[in-house]
């Protein structure tokens, strides 16, 4: 009996977890797309929830998912309330060290290139809580990229 059941329970407890990541991603889309809209921007989506907006293609050399890079960032939430901020010269760190939405949004923009990125929970912090990030929040970053390494 429970060779059956264990099996079973498994079953359903990973049924149950893919539609509740399911249900968040329709959840994270509409805020994503109602804030784009609310805000009148004009955004590209990636196909994997993420959203990027280039307000200026930035002229120099591109980076990739493993470059060592310097941003200047705010990140706010979609009701506008900021997070966190670097400093006006920004801040040096590798794409491969930062949530899942920066290291495949950065390479959209070339050295000296600004816009945003509108990042679903899942490729930011996920369902739990960061450093006083509440866990399911689509994040939302104004960026300039300042150098590429």
Excluded at 9 to 23: A, D, N, P, Q, R
Excluded at 29 to 56: R, W
Excluded at 99 to 119: A, N, V
């Amino acid at each position: 009996m429970m060779k059956i059941i264990l099996p079973v329970l498994l079953t359903t407890l990973v049924l149950f977890s893919c539609k509740k990541k399911e249900i968040q991603a329709d959840k994270d889309e509409e805020a994503i797309v109602n804030y784009i809209a609310e805000h009148g921007l004009v955004a590209t989506a990636t196909g994997t929830g993420l959203y990027y907006v280039i307000d200026a293609q930035g002229t120099g050399v591109n980076c990739n998912a493993n470059s060592n890079v310097k941003v200047a960032y705010t990140g706010y939430y979609t009701n506008g309330s900021i997070f966190d901020e670097s400093s006006a010269s920004g801040v040096v760190f590798n794409l491969q060290n930062v949530i899942q939405g920066w290291t495949e949004g950065i390479p959209y923009f070339r050295k000296g290139g600004t816009g945003k990125l509108l990042i679903p929970s899942a490729l930011g912090y996920g369902a739990n809580e960061h450093n006083g990030i509440p866990g399911n929040s689509v994040l939302i970053f104004d960026i300039h990229l300042v150098d590429v390494y």
